[in-house]
């Protein structure tokens, strides 16, 4: 559901034995009010950039959608509605009321950039299905969020891996209505560079895709979901609360940035978190130069794994995986 840690995978290419520590050590001065100089030792994904677009990789203007592209946006939020009501977190469901995401069709950019922008500095921009990597993080880094400019067609309606309008402004903008989860957002494309230059992009990736995209919350009611990517389906955001296959444990950053994970299926374990605030600590207030000297290019645990060090809610049956996920048509219990 998210180009952007898959992507990462291709930048796996090994670093000269010895990084740049001259350029290391000028990342935290690093001026992100333009496209900083990525250095030529650092590989990126060869993506082509399409004709007409700078170097930022925004299209010119918002895809122009058709009446039956605006109904397929209207009945893919009713059935989520269906399912996200007690299952979301209080800051995804706050943030869809406060920025009217149910408004009909799909949301004008810039009308739905001056929302956010009034609320967290944070707006909206639409760029081609697959980006670079150090492009997306220095959007986030600008506090900008880059969203898919087209929407899926009622052939994928239940499924599609390329994140497209819906999965991207219904999935991840409620969100980003929350000042400390804008901050988080906003320190991740920072750290992202760092990664970038450690070539540890995997395990900023594995960061991203247990928080971001499958993250879950313990709230006063109960566990919830925040990740985009539950959200933004309505089958993950049952099964990742109320199925007994799946693990649940307490997000313990240096584990989960060691923790491969599975990006065309529902997810073998979920990463809950006490509070934002406490994933901006846990994150952002760290060591990461450290963190990253001490990771090997490679994960260590496999995603459906419980180690010694878990805090474990539930420990998951592991059903639905082996029986043979979705590829097999196993139920998601
Ligand atoms: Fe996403």
Redesign the pocket.
């Given at each position: 559901?998210?180009r952007r840690p898959h992507a990462g995978k291709m930048a796996n290419r090994a670093l000269p034995s010895r990084f740049d520590k001259v350029t290391i050590a000028t990342m935290s001065e690093t001026d992100f009010a333009r496209l900083p100089d990525l250095g030529s030792h650092v590989f990126t994904a060869p993506l082509k950039r399409p004709a007409g677009l700078g170097e930022d990789w925004i299209e010119p203007a918002q895809h122009s959608y058709t009446a039956d592209e605006h109904a397929i946006w209207d009945e893919l939020f009713a059935r989520q509605m269906e399912v996200l009501p007690d299952r979301a977190a209080s800051a995804f469901l706050n943030g869809l009321d406060r920025l009217d995401l149910g408004r009909g069709g799909v949301p004008d950019f810039a009308r739905l950039s001056e929302e956010l922008g009034a609320l967290t500095g944070w707006s909206v921009v639409p760029v081609p299905m697959l980006i670079p990597d150090h492009v997306f993080f220095w959007h986030l880094a600008n506090r900008r969020f880059p969203a898919g400019n087209f929407i899926r067609t009622r052939e994928t309606f239940d499924y599609i891996q390329e994140?497209d309008v819906f999965?991207?402004v219904f999935?991840?903008v409620p969100m980003l209505a929350d000042p400390t989860y804008a901050d988080y957002m906003q320190e991740y494309g920072r750290a992202g560079w760092k990664a970038m230059r450690y070539n540890r992009l995997k395990a900023l990736g594995a960061l991203y895709w247990y928080t971001?995209?499958f993250g879950l919350i313990q709230e006063a009611d109960g566990l919830r979901a925040y990740g985009?990517?539950i959200l933004s389906g309505p089958t993950e955001a049952v099964f990742c609360l109320e199925a007994e296959s799946p693990n649940r444990i307490m997000l313990n950053v240096d584990r989960v940035m060691r923790t491969d994970y599975v990006i065309d299926d529902l997810q073998p374990t979920y990463f809950v978190i006490e509070s934002f605030a406490e994933l901006f600590h846990d994150t952002v207030d760290r060591d990461f130069d450290r963190l990253y000297r001490s990771l090997s290019p490679g994960f260590t645990y496999a995603n459906t794994a419980v180690i010694d060090v878990d805090d474990v809610l539930h420990r998951g049956s592991l059903e639905y995986f082996l029986r043979g996920g979705r590829g097999s048509g196993a139920a998601p219990v």
């Open positions: 559901m998210r994140p999965h991207d999935g991840h971001v995209e985009a990517g």
